[in-house]
């Protein structure tokens, strides 16, 4: 996989570089390495905030957020300006987290008894004892798709019609997993 994405350099892009992003973008859809590095660098941590915001998980945040900028790279010929690169590459990184999603339900659904709250833990969720809870751990709490949807729709600033759209679901059913992860964050602080 690493053969496909250009080697990051170890050096950091100058923060006053006189390119425009779109000029980037250009550079970089002709071939242009050093173009997609910069454009890697602006959008990195981004790209892997909202991966682990959507994973729980460093791990799979940092898979997901190589994975997104390998299919940026491999994709880059397609993107017609449209939006703004940073939506386009953002819609990546959720596409990649949703494919992830749909292939841990599918595990889930063979492995794990059809108990449903059993089937609604977030792996790796359970937070020590005594520790102060905050959003963001309330947030790793919540079951997958509920806190997929909570992420995608109140950090994110997608809709519903999107979201059901990118989870293969009924627009109502986004808004049953909103109203069911607020509910649960709610309970969760009060306590």
């Known amino acids: 996989m690493e053969e496909t994405l250009p080697r990051m350099a170890s050096t950091c892009a100058s923060a006053d570089a006189p390119d425009a992003p779109d000029d980037l973008v250009q550079r970089a859809i002709r071939g242009d390495v050093t173009a997609f590095e910069t454009l890697y660098r602006l959008h990195v941590g981004h790209v892997y905030g909202l991966s682990l915001r959507l994973s729980g998980d460093t791990h799979s945040a940092e898979e997901c957020t190589q994975e997104t900028f390998v299919r940026a790279w491999q994709c880059l010929g397609r993107f017609r300006g449209e939006a703004a690169f940073g939506s386009w590459l953002y819609r990546i990184a959720v596409n ?39 959003l963001e751990q309330a947030i790793l709490e919540l079951p997958l798709a509920a806190r997929m949807v909570f992420v995608l729709h109140e950090i994110e600033g997608y809709g519903h019609p999107e979201i059901a759209s990118l989870m293969h679901c009924a627009t109502g059913t986004s808004k049953a997993h909103l109203h069911r992860a607020r509910r649960r964050l709610q309970a969760r602080l009060r306590s």
């Open 96 to 134: 990649v987290m949703l494919n992830r999603y749909r292939r841990e339900v599918r595990r889930t659904l063979l492995l794990v008894s059809t108990d449903t709250e059993e089937m609604e833990r977030v792996p790796g969720g359970n937070a020590p004892l005594g520790l102060a809870l905050d």
